[in-house]
């Protein structure tokens, strides 16, 4: 309880409780700029036998970490436990992670690439929320390529694209995206448009799933697309099984505010498809 008090102290706004009862904890740790460049979110929970017996249980998170990066930074938070055995950990772990991020800053490493944290989209955006399509370097379409064959060349037109009322909470903002389609291609079609605004194509996750009604064989053609955030492409899906949707695709864009939102995050995501298809 004093290193709870004592980090909520230290880094105020900064450190969150997710859940008092069961002990989780997240606190943003960045580089220490006027404007940070590296951000990263450490979520912990502290099971009953810490500190004298167990280590937190945590997990790292920021859309840039990956490969050796995650491995380097995880090794180093083991290797601080094993030597501080018995010990209050977080504050160390923290400062750590700190470190890391300020030699980050200091070397020639770019500034995290398309997968972004939500910190980088402004707070006032307001009615602007979507302006701007600006078209990206980089495609980032991870499928329906296997579906659409080049034999499928076809021009087909493009369908009007309905964008929902963003959803914000702790940071983060949630926005649905709809388009009705009848062809896979059309699906295609429409991520290449949605993505070629550089707000959307920032988004720390794309979800999305479409349902197509084949006449023909009386059955139906549908997939998702989860983009990073377990198991929310297949739940939004589900919702759409539900309400009896078909022939049309939702996307739903989420941009990560640097506080985790557990289960809440699903909600959300699930309340903007609900509300972009009734409307």
Partial sequence: IDEIEALSSIYGEDWCVVDEDEKIYCIKVNDCLDQPKWTLCLQVILPPGYPTAEPPIYQLNAPWLRGQDYMDLANSLEEIYVQNLGES??????????????????????EPDIKKTSEEVDEDDGDDFLLGYQP????????????????????EELPSIHHGNPITDRRSTFQAHLAPVVTPRQVKRVLEKLYE???????????????????????????????????????????????????????????????????DRFKHINNCARNVLVE
């Avoid at 992670?97 to 490493?109: F, G, H, N, P």
């Avoid at 980032?140 to 296997?146: A, F, G, Q, V």
């Avoid at 080049?150 to 021009?155: H, P």
């Avoid at 009896?244 to 996307?251: D, G, I, P, S, T």
Wanted: with cysteine; proline share 3%; aromatic share 8%.
């Fill in 89 to 110: 950990i977080l504050y160390l772990w923290v400062e750590k992670i700190r470190e890391v991020l300020i030699e980050k800053a200091r070397t020639s490493d770019p």
């Fill in 197 to 263: 605004n550089k707000k959307i194509a920032s988004a720390t996750h794309n979800i999305y799933a479409y349902r197509i009604y084949c006449e023909d064989k009386q059955t139906f053609l549908q997939d998702c697309e989860d983009d990073g955030e377990t198991a929310a492409g297949g739940r939004l899906l589900h919702l759409m099984q539900i309400l009896n949707v078909h022939n049309v695709l939702v996307v739903v864009s989420r941009w990560y505010g640097g506080i985790l939102l557990g289960p």
């Fill in 136 to 155: 990206i370097q980089e495609d980032p379409i991870k499928m329906l390529n296997y579906i659409t064959s080049e034999s499928q060349e076809v021009d």
